[in-house]
């Protein structure tokens, strides 16, 4: 019995200082709350840096699905719409999309992060919501490819950091650094979209778009009877690693959104994951369908429609959910391509268009049905539904009709497309006066 | 003095240059070519559209040899690169008229053998 209550005097004692701090909360709550904010900042700093690291799949993919000669031009669009839109975004883009709201149309104030202390949590913020933007910048240079004037191109990136996808980002993501003074109209209704299949996706989706149409199709890819006709991409291997990069910067994208390390890091980690897997198998198993062999590069595609459906309804989905919402998504990009080359007659080189902005509203539209709380198969009602198509018709209308206008406006002034020539003998030699594989052999006659 | 040039089917090379080799032609030139002919070409399918792909990768071999070694390098040839079907390729016969060897200066049959 002595010996027992020394012991515990022994264990008291010891733990005295411990006891100490504990008596005083304040103390341990300072503590606990800093870690996490040190962990918050951590977490999304890793994340900024993954999705920063999808530039080069863009990259990658797009010069794969393209051809040799064009190579140069395309690494070059996809290098100059981060480095233009980081300083656009960061300048005036910010701002408008973070900024506090006088109307309802976009913030006014931040610009150059005026007001931020240096070692805030407001430069991480800024990091990671550069290289989102920058995301959205990048998805249309595979639609225009093989034929966009340099200089176009670099006045498009511009333009679309500095305002077009922040100030549709303002309404739909407004409050999530100054809080209900900034929050966006789409958000006010209730609109999901929890790392941007719409902001992002389809805004760039749908812009590219509209550069497409405005450009018309490559020299040569439809005959004079409007038959579509193949202009092969070419390197796959190197279009597939572009993919899994992808893949992997998803894992910033979708999971590092929550900007907080916490457990559900790990839930959107599988969520995400679940949905690209179920995309690649359902796109290959369509395409083997319709074409009668399992096409690489609608494989590819489809992994990738997987990943953009599930990027607005990641945290608020089931596993099962997310397989669904892949799987649908990866039938819907194989349908999309070949409606958009065969039908409508638009040359989309890599399939910009259906894997971002047809899936990208699919995946808004998904987390109307899927939510486990607001979704229609869960709760039975329409209004999360309804909200989700607003948010997306709403981004359709924005991207896309300003998207014909800035293409047009560049159209009419310094010119949107190469000449016939130059596009013959590649933008390689014609805009950069260099060509991608020096001392190797191209055979090509198309 | 005769230059041979035939055009066979890429997978057969290493079948032709193994035939060559057992009738001591050791000498040859070889080059990746593409061309068109009774074969027709085949399907193929990129990104959901269908087309013909027309021009087919050949190999194109040539060879210059003395008069005495046609028959052989020929039927070396045949030997390797026919399977029977409709594209095993086709192999020309062109008279050389002269043949220098850059190192020596040597001509005609010598410079060949």
């Avoid at chain 1, 993919?61 to 980081?86: C, H, P, Q, Y």
Wanted: overall charge neutral; aromatic content about 12%.
């Amino acid at each position: 019995m002595k010996k027992k209550y020394l012991f515990l005097i022994l264990i008291v004692s010891l733990l005295a200082p411990v006891i100490c701090f504990a008596d005083e909360p304040s103390t341990l709550d300072t503590v606990k709350q800093e870690l996490q904010t040190n962990i918050n900042i951590v977490w999304t700093c890793i994340g900024a840096f993954l999705v920063f690291f999808m530039q080069a799949g863009f990259a990658m993919v797009e010069t794969g699905f393209t051809r040799a000669k064009n190579a140069v031009n395309i690494l070059m669009k996809n290098l100059m719409d981060f480095a233009v839109g980081s300083l656009a975004f960061f300048v005036i883009g910010f701002g408008l999309m973070f900024g506090t709201k006088t109307g309802w149309f976009c913030g006014t104030n931040l610009f150059c992060m005026s007001g931020s202390e240096t070692n805030s949590w407001d430069f991480t913020f800024l990091i990671f919501q550069t290289v989102f933007a920058a995301t959205a910048a990048t998805i249309v240079s595979g639609a225009m490819a093989e034929r966009t004037k340099f200089v176009s191109y670099l006045i498009y990136s511009f333009v679309i950091s500095l305002v077009i996808y922040p100030i549709f980002g303002s309404w739909a993501w407004g409050s999530l650094f100054k809080g209900p003074e900034a929050a966006g109209w789409l958000e006010g209704l209730g609109f999901l979209d929890f790392a941007g299949s719409t902001v992002v996706h389809s805004i760039g989706g749908w812009l590219a778009l509209a550069g497409a149409i405005i450009l018309g199709p490559r020299i040569g890819k439809y005959g004079a009877d409007g038959k579509s006709k193949p202009i092969l991409g070419h390197n796959l291997p190197i279009a597939a690693l572009g993919v899994f990069i992808l893949w992997f910067g998803w894992f910033g994208f979708n999971p590092g959104s929550t900007l907080a390390g916490n457990a559900s890091i790990g839930y959107i980690a599988v969520t995400t994951n679940l949905a690209a897997a179920a995309g690649a198998i359902v796109a290959m198993i369509v395409a083997w369908i319709i074409v009668g062999k399992p096409d690489a590069s609608m494989t590819l595609n489809g992994a990738l429609a997987g990943l953009v459906a599930i990027t607005a309804p990641c945290n608020a989905v089931s596993p099962m959910g997310a397989i669904a919402i892949g799987s649908i998504g990866g039938a819907l990009v194989v349908l999309s391509v070949i409606f958009i080359d065969k039908v409508l007659k638009i040359d989309d080189p890599v399939g910009a268009v259906s894997v971002h902005g047809v899936c990208g509203t699919w995946g808004t539209l998904s987390c109307g049905l899927f939510n486990t709380t607001t979704g229609l198969f869960y709760c039975g009602s329409f209004k999360q539904l309804g909200v989700q198509a607003i948010g997306a018709g709403t981004a359709f209308l924005w991207a896309f009709g300003l998207g014909i206008l800035l293409f047009l406006a560049l159209k009419a002034t310094v010119g949107l497309r190469v000449t016939a020539d130059e596009e013959l003998k590649g933008l390689d030699l014609g805009e950069h006066g260099m060509e991608a594989y020096s001392g190797f052999q191209i055979f090509s006659t198309t | 003095m005769k230059l041979i040039i035939a055009y066979i089917q890429p997978h057969r090379l290493e079948a032709v240059k193994t035939e060559l080799a057992k009738h001591d032609v050791a000498k040859m030139s070889v080059t990746n070519s593409l061309g068109c002919g009774a074969q027709k070409g085949y399907h193929e399918s990129y990104r959901g559209v269908e087309f013909d792909v027309n021009l087919l990768k050949k190999v194109r071999l040539e060879i210059a040899v003395n008069d005495t070694f046609v028959d052989t390098t020929v039927n070396a040839i045949i030997a390797g690169a026919r399977t029977g079907e409709i594209g095993d390729g086709k192999i020309f016969i062109l008279d050389l008229s002269e043949c220098i060897r850059i190192r020596t200066g040597e001509k005609g049959g010598d410079a060949i053998g």
